[in-house]
């Protein structure tokens, strides 16, 4: 369904361009960065996208999620790789160093929308049907099994008391607006509960110095209060994180204020993703206070051997609980963690795992 | 005023009320941000065009009829609310009897036009935000509830008229002080807004929007807004005296006052949305079964008290 009137083209072609990113190694910053141009309108599913900004280098085992999330996109539809290299068979794709501004390309690719991009993927399912079990989908008797691909529950208990419930695997990410570039976690979910979590991909390391600014910690923090329904708090903290590497003042503490007037703190359950960290104990609420914090203790990031579990951390934990962890530690953390627990030659090649891009179902 | 004209005035207020509740977003969202608030008055209906002219997009093996109703229920539910509120001391579009208790209809079929949203795509995230929804969507109804009886025991009548009658003397936002900030709790829960958005959240990359585009997103986000207008409309009727204006004034005046009061929750609606974080599901639920419930029984138990003496 497509409505054809002049004016209301013209009209359109005057909204904010609205892009999805996929986020690689190194690029987050520079993506949160760009969205905070009014022209920009940077939207959390593919599905309300115009474009698709792939920023930063990809690691080849995230290439069909990407080309999953590029088919997402309803057309017309154009895509900008930023600072990565575009796949071989792409015929002139646009192609843009990553120390180079993407807004005027990104304007660009709008007005030369109607020349759209065609799927990258055939429109079949990634899991055949048959073949597989006595039902052919898979799994045990009519239950469990990807049919087609896609996940089916099957009965397991329920980790808090025992009680037997349908329990479907997923994968999540690598590709998710308030997610870490790169991580892809195997979750079992019973309801909107994670019974099992499993790191399948690491998120990416980031190859800059180990040492983390005030503009990076504001950023963080910006993440998380993204996830307390605080759009707008966490704008300001990008605004501040910007202004901060242009080496103007910042009143953090006004900032810091004004969170908590929010109920950010309230809101956050004590001892939610409660673990000791580097030798030192805290929870999600120290965590972002921390981040808050003047910069007083910024040294103390360095890197030591004692990692929590990140798969032990979310068991147990519902689904906002569980992002809200994840988004708890600092890029650099959540690396070292979720290394030491990736398991080798597991899942890479899982039938189970199919290609699951950002969203599960969705072609 | 004959029907159709009434008819097409509301749908107008309709459009209007949506564009004025977006405008009043971006103003919230710059003054919180402390930017520059840009372009403002065309905002809204350039993003709006922008989904109008994109393609509309289905999901493998939807549930095809509820993908397709769900958003048109979700803003007929909204009109349906306008067309109860009482826009002069003369009567509403639909005058009836017990329009407070065809308002609480509304209540709980919103409700259900939001699980449809979600259950309907056959994808995870809509689907999370869809049970969640409910999960949250119950107690918070109940709450409201408790808070609309109480606001017609001094009218001692169910009939929205009655209601605004009864506050001639003082409003229901004096006489039950814990009125209109429970019952602006559920606005933020039947709208989808922040401290209470837990259908289409950040942590579901849009929930039950997540998987919606083009003229249909259109639809939901208009009925987003409109259901704003209409609970604020309704908001103003039950707590601020409605069309009840200066003893100065004429009975003419009412759609005025009414409109005003209109805006003033609207406001406040758009400025908790911004400011308040939204805790999990499960603490939510805590605070409402064990506090917010305990608390409008409390206010319901106080009015029935002052309405027998």
């Known amino acids: 369904v497509a409505i054809a009137w002049p004016w209301l083209d013209r009209l359109a072609a005057t909204a904010p361009v609205a892009v999805f990113a996929a986020v690689g190694r190194d690029a987050i910053e520079r993506v949160e960065d760009l969205s905070l141009d009014a022209r920009i309108a940077w939207v959390a599913s593919p599905r309300h996208a115009d474009v698709l900004l792939v920023a930063g280098e990809m690691r080849s085992e995230d290439a069909p999620a990407l080309r999953a999330v590029h088919d997402q996109i309803p057309a017309p539809r154009k895509t900008l790789w930023w600072g990565t290299a575009p796949f071989q068979e792409l015929v002139s794709p646009t192609v843009l160093p990553l120390a180079d501004e993407a807004l005027a390309p990104i304007l660009n690719l709008h007005t030369s929308l109607s020349n759209s991009e065609p799927n990258w993927l055939p429109d079949a399912p990634p899991n055949p049907w048959q073949g597989l079990g006595p039902n052919g989908q898979g799994g045990k008797g009519m239950m469990g099994g990807v049919p087609y691909g896609r996940p089916m529950a099957m009965t397991d208990d329920d980790g808090r008391d025992g009680l037997p419930l349908d329990q479907t695997t997923v994968q999540i990410g690598p590709f998710l607006q308030t997610w870490p570039a790169g991580l892809v976690l195997e979750l079992a979910l019973q309801g909107d509960v994670v019974q099992h979590a499993r790191v399948v991909h690491p998120p990416h390391g980031p190859t800059k110095d180990i040492f983390e600014g005030v503009s990076s910690r504001l950023r963080s923090a910006a993440r998380l209060l993204r996830l307390l329904e605080l759009g707008s708090l966490a704008e300001r903290c990008r605004w501040a994180a910007a202004a901060h590497d242009r080496r103007q003042a910042v009143d953090i503490v006004a900032l810091r204020t004004a969170i908590r007037r929010s109920g950010a703190f309230a809101a956050l359950p004590a001892g939610l993703g409660a673990c000791r960290l580097d030798g030192a104990p805290g929870d999600i609420r120290s965590r972002l206070l921390a981040w808050l914090g003047d910069g007083a203790d910024l040294s103390k990031e360095a890197a030591t051997d004692l990692k929590p579990k990140l798969s032990r951390l979310l068991t147990g934990l519902e689904w906002h609980e569980a992002w809200l962890v994840i988004n708890s530690f600092t890029p650099q953390q959540l690396h070292g963690m979720a290394l030491c627990e990736k398991a080798p030659a597991e899942g890479d090649d899982d039938p189970s795992s199919g290609t699951h891009p950002a969203m599960e179902h969705a072609h | ?309």
């Not at chain 2, 372009?39 to 509820?66: C, I, K």
């Not at chain 2, 039947?190 to 249909?216: H, I, K, M, V, W």
């Open chain 2, 1 to 309: 005023l004959n029907a159709a004209t009434a008819v097409v005035a509301t749908l107008l207020l309709m459009l209007g009320g949506a564009w004025l509740v977006a405008v009043f977003d971006r103003i919230a969202a710059a003054l919180v941000a402390r930017r520059p608030i840009g372009s403002l008055w065309l905002a809204p209906l350039q993003s709006g065009a922008s989904l109008l002219v994109g393609r509309a997009n289905r999901t493998e093996h939807p549930d095809g009829l509820n993908w397709a109703l769900a958003p048109a229920l979700y803003l007929v539910l909204a009109f349906v609310g306008v067309a109860l509120v009482p826009f002069s001391t003369r009567g509403a579009l639909v005058d009836i009897p017990a329009g407070i208790v065809l308002w609480g209809a509304v209540e709980s079929l919103t409700v259900v036009a939001v699980f449809l949203h979600g259950w309907s795509a056959n994808a995870l995230f809509p689907l999370l935000g869809a049970y969640r929804y409910v999960a949250i969507g119950l107690p918070i109804m109940l709450v409201s509830m408790f808070v609309l009886i109480a606001a017609a025991l001094p009218a001692q009548s169910l009939a929205l008229g009655a209601i605004v009658q009864s506050q001639a003397g003082l409003w229901n936002v004096v006489r039950q002080p814990l009125g209109l900030p429970l019952f602006l709790l559920l606005g933020l829960s039947l709208t989808l807004r922040g401290p209470f958005n837990y259908a289409d959240s950040a942590d579901l990359a849009g929930g039950t929007d997540a998987e919606r585009s083009g003229p249909p997103r259109a639809v939901w986000q208009w009925a987003r807004l409109s259901m704003a207008v209409s609970f604020s409309a309704m908001a103003a009727t039950v707590f601020l005296g409605g069309p009840l204006g200066p003893a100065w004034g004429t009975a003419e005046l009412g759609p005025l006052w009414l409109t005003l009061k209109t805006i003033v929750v609207l406001a406040l609606l758009v400025a908790a949305s911004h400011l308040l974080a939204r805790m999990p599901p499960s603490r939510m639920l805590t605070l409402l079964w064990t506090v917010l419930l305990p608390l409008s029984f409390v206010g319901l138990v106080a009015a029935g008290i002052e309405a027998a003496s």
